[in-house]
């Protein structure tokens, strides 16, 4: 596709319920990456993904964040029993990986998770 | 530990003033730093690196091992550079960054 695409762009939901937020990355892109942005949090890393490996989860912030990515494409970001400081935004970036030189990050608009 | 301080939260400045936003860094390693910007309703978007020691758009920022700094300079700041600025750090040998809070900069005219 012509870049990152993230659904959905905003979400609202109630507190205590799951929700799961998309990703399609640039295709041909092995790394992708799940960053929350808050309001004086800046960028907070989640969780990265890079082709076959295991991916490196030592940014979820707890055991209700998980995050798949199905046939090396497309992820899902799913959060459990949300709380209200889960409120953010949710930003998806890929990147060509594996390169000798590290290449630049494409981000998507992001989705607007609101809990109520 | 890696970690990537940006002091100010908010830098404002008039049209043609100079502007420098601060970027520190503490890593063990050689580091890879880099500034991505966001445009109002534009996507987050890599702005330069320090590698490639270009001139993105009037912006340059030089690594200072010594100060461990990556600070974002322009002589002259125009309007359009209203926009949130990030400092980046390249996690040893992966395609990990890590982001600094952000610094907002506003121009104003």
């Known amino acids: 596709g012509a870049g990152v695409s993230q659904s959905p762009s905003n979400k609202v939901t109630e507190k205590g319920k799951d929700v799961e937020l998309r990703c399609d990355p640039i295709?041909?892109?092995?790394?992708l990456y799940w960053y929350r942005q808050s309001l004086g949090q800046g960028l907070e890393f989640l969780i990265y993904?890079?082709?076959?490996?295991?991916?490196?989860k030592s940014g979820l912030p707890s055991d209700r964040f998980s995050a798949e990515r199905t046939g090396g494409s497309v992820s899902t970001l799913t959060i459990q029993r949300t709380q209200q400081e889960d409120s953010a935004v949710y930003l998806c970036?890929?990147?060509?990986?594996?390169?000798?030189?590290?290449?630049?990050?494409?981000f998507g608009d992001g989705t607007r998770l609101s809990i109520l | 530990a890696q970690r990537v301080t940006q002091p100010e939260k908010l830098l404002s400045v008039f049209k043609g003033a100079p502007v420098e936003l601060k970027c520190n860094y503490s890593?063990?390693?050689?580091?890879?730093l880099f500034w991505y910007v966001q445009y109002s309703r534009q996507r987050l978007q890599l702005l330069l690196r320090?590698?490639s020691r270009e001139s993105i758009k009037g912006f340059t920022a030089d690594l200072n091992k010594g100060e461990t700094s990556f600070h974002l300079k322009k002589p002259f700041a125009q309007e359009e550079d209203s926009a949130m600025y990030y400092c980046?750090?390249?996690?040893?040998?992966?395609?990990?960054?890590?982001f600094g809070t952000g610094t907002r900069l506003q121009v104003f005219p």
């Open positions: 970036a890929s990147s060509p990986g594996a390169q000798v030189r590290i290449q630049p990050q494409h």
């Open positions: 295709s041909g892109h092995t790394a």
């Open positions: 993904f890079q082709g076959n490996s295991a991916p490196d």
């Open positions: 890593y063990s390693g050689s580091p890879e």
């Open positions: 320090h590698i």
């Open positions: 980046a750090l390249r996690f040893y040998n992966t395609d990990k960054l890590i």
